[in-house]
């Protein structure tokens, strides 16, 4: 049931407050966490997370979430490398997070497999119940997303942030980085509505994406957390627009990216305002000189301040910096959407593509 949408991933973006609240009613009710996933953050000296497309830059969020707030340095790996990788010994006492929207991805049960044979204790967040990663790893946290039907992936995406932070918040307060714990679970109050809000540019999206969809190729740029999302952007815009998309850290555009820039490329830039604010400001003015066509998404404040480089801006709600990631991904999933609509494309089933990728 579309739920009166056109299409699933339309319904899909649409759920995403009401996921935030079922996520939010059930971890936040007495000691959920403590209860599935009896880990202690103290006796463990690394994370690794793994995961594949979607579900792994959800992972790249969580791994500066990790060493932020609860000071736990965290290694994300993709799982099709990571069930080939070398192994090394180096004594650290190390657990596995691994996270999936339907718990049947070849790639992720290899790794898993490979971590168990290591005797490396293992949580699996998961949105699809009584799927194989829910059921073999060590320990389940369920996603609560409900029945994501849309190939690309959009609600299962934005439940992995949310109950990865509050992992990551539950790991923190036992290693005692309580203070930071309780900022990243105040922010978390705040997120279903400012997720709510951010769903209200809709409109506004699809007059930036009727422009963006006539181009060749495009570009996403981001920073610290909203570099992932920069990734996450440009894999939805080429799944199911077919446009060559690629995202990359800000920083390193003039290390080869920038020569790419011309005045036919869009450019999407994530630029909330915060600590990184000022050298990602200056990375889009390098790009505003070369003519790059900037798609600016920001708070009002990071609007305003580069206002005079911008040929469109979407406003992002402002919220405390460590959830900006969550918040971002809302018009990311629009843009890609409202691009494939302009192209007429079948948005829900796109070419070459499985929901469920259950061989190697
Ligand atoms: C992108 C998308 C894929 C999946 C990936 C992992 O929109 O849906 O990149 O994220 O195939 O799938 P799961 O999370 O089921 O392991």
Redesign the pocket.
């Known amino acids: 049931d579309k739920g009166g949408y056109p299409h699933y991933m339309l319904k899909e973006i649409h759920d995403q407050p009401g996921v935030a609240r079922a996520i939010e009613s059930r971890y936040d009710a007495g000691d959920f966490i403590a209860e599935q996933v009896t880990l202690d953050f103290n006796r463990i000296d690394r994370i690794r997370m793994i995961?594949?497309?979607?579900?792994?830059y959800a992972c790249q969020v969580a791994r500066r979430w990790f060493a932020e707030v609860a000071g736990l340095s965290a290694d994300v790996e993709l799982a099709s490398e990571h069930r080939y990788e070398p192994v090394v010994a180096d004594g650290l006492r190390e657990a596995a997070i691994l996270?999936?929207?339907?718990?049947?991805?070849a790639d992720?049960l290899a790794s898993l497999d490979k971590l168990k044979g290591l005797r490396v204790p293992t949580v699996g967040i998961v949105?699809?119940q009584g799927s194989t990663l829910a059921r073999e790893a060590d320990f389940f946290l369920p996603l609560l997303a409900g029945k994501e039907i849309g190939?690309?992936?959009?609600k299962?995406?934005l439940a992995q942030l949310l109950v990865l932070a509050r992992l990551v918040a539950h790991a923190a307060d036992q290693r005692g980085h309580r203070a930071a714990a309780k900022r990243l679970r105040t922010a978390l109050v705040a997120a279903p509505k400012a997720i709510e809000a951010a769903l209200h540019n809709e409109s506004a999206i699809v007059a930036v994406a009727e422009s963006l969809a006539k181009a060749q190729s495009a570009l996403f740029v981001g920073r610290g957390a909203l570099y992932p999302l920069a990734m996450e952007g440009a894999?939805?815009l080429k799944?199911i627009s077919y446009i060559h998309a690629e995202g990359f850290a800000a920083g390193e555009l003039k290390h080869g990216p920038i020569a790419l820039v011309d005045d036919k490329t869009p450019i999407v830039a994530l630029a909330p305002s915060g600590d990184l604010f000022p050298k990602l400001a200056s990375n889009l003015r390098e790009i505003a000189a070369r003519n790059g066509r900037i798609i600016l998404l920001g708070d009002r404040k990071a609007l305003l301040a580069l206002s005079d480089i911008a040929s469109a801006s979407l406003t992002l709600p402002s919220c405390d910096e460590l959830i900006q990631p969550i918040v971002a991904a809302v018009p990311l999933q629009f843009l890609a959407y409202y691009v494939a609509v302009a192209r007429g494309l079948d948005i829900d089933r796109p070419r070459n593509?499985a929901?469920?990728?259950t061989v190697e």
């Open positions: 995961a594949c497309g979607t579900s792994y996270v999936s929207q339907s718990g049947e991805t992720t949105n699809q190939v690309a992936s959009t299962a995406f894999l939805k799944e593509l929901k469920s990728v």
